[in-house]
């Protein structure tokens, strides 16, 4: 079970990390809607500036991908200096060549496929830290409204006793109860205060420095629509994401093991005839001892991990949807319990001991149970509905897509 003073702490920091400093955030909301918590945890929340921060980061990694190898330029002076005839420059040869390495094997493909799925594998897990994020907040909102509505319900309490010790004192002068009767009035009073006191005192702590007070209904956090469908849940994506990376890596592991050929291309300068000749080369390194094999070997072990995550992914969707949609039907039964028989009968209940007390009928130990059958009713429909709120926020994740 949700505990309400921490929900709502944790809501209340992410809205100010989202809002800025906690002074100028209380002076300028001092309520506070789904929509715009929402919009704030969004704006500023750490899992998603680093999900951002991890799209831009695999956006330029494709980029890089795309950009060939620089050409390189080549300035050799051959006998400009030694012994003898070589002791000046007179029979020095100078060359100057422009070389360009030619990948070969699709490289440049390869490596750009392999960008273009890492960019997507990021893209999906941003959402991810999105949806994961929406039902925090959903949560925590839930949980502030419910007990924003228990504080409500403990001041009609209070006033309720504060009536009921009215009366009471009002039969006892009239010497219609023994004085024990109006002591007992009081002490009700008195446990409603402490109750309202505690509710107020949790409220408070919870919200330090935050927004006074949030708005909204909890029936508003109803059932997502949308059909369950494990294989387009937003964790089976991301899983399935994330395997397309792993195999365009390995068959970019294996281009980067192919040879690539260097031409150059030049002039060479003799300085004893003062003439001039058009240089021409090749080079490649032979694939003798490197092969890149170890990186492909990697990325085929990443692969076989990327199968295994995105069966688990799928065991896993089919447990989330079943069990959120499960804990959102009991949840709603409950509400319905609550809100059709039990709270209207505990209403009728206190209604009538009150009216029957005024009139003489029934003692204030009648009222006293109808009250306390009154409140628990109540506060275990808050907690309903609150909770029903909470596992509405679980199934629109499992149904995220």
Known sequence: MFSNSVLARTLCVALLMAGGSGASFAQTAQALTLEEALARAESNVPALVQAQAAVDAAEGR?????????????????N???SGLYSGLDLAESTLAIGQTIELGGKREARVRAGEAEVSAAQLSARVARAELTVTVKSRFAAALASEAQVTLARGALGRANDLARSAQALVDAGREPPLRALRARTAVAEAQAELDRLIGADNAARAAAPQRVVGSLSVL????????????????LAEAQGAAARAIVARERAAGSTDVTAEVGVRRFEEDRENAIVFGLSMPIPIFNQNQGNVAAANADVRAADSRRVQAIAEAVQRIRGAEDAFAAADRRVQTLEVIAGPTAQEALDLARAGFEAGRFSLLDVLDA????????????????DRAVAAAELERALAR
């Open 222 to 237: 109803s059932k997502p629509a949308g059909v369950p469908d494990p294989m387009q849940s937003l964790d089976v994506r």
């Open 371 to 386: 009250e306390a059958a009154f409140a628990s009713a109540q506060a275990t429909l808050i907690e309903a509905q609150r």
């Open 80 to 82: 400009f200096s030694g």
């Open 62 to 78: 494709r980029q890089q991908a795309g950009l060939g190898p620089n050409p390189e330029v080549r300035l050799e002076v051959e």
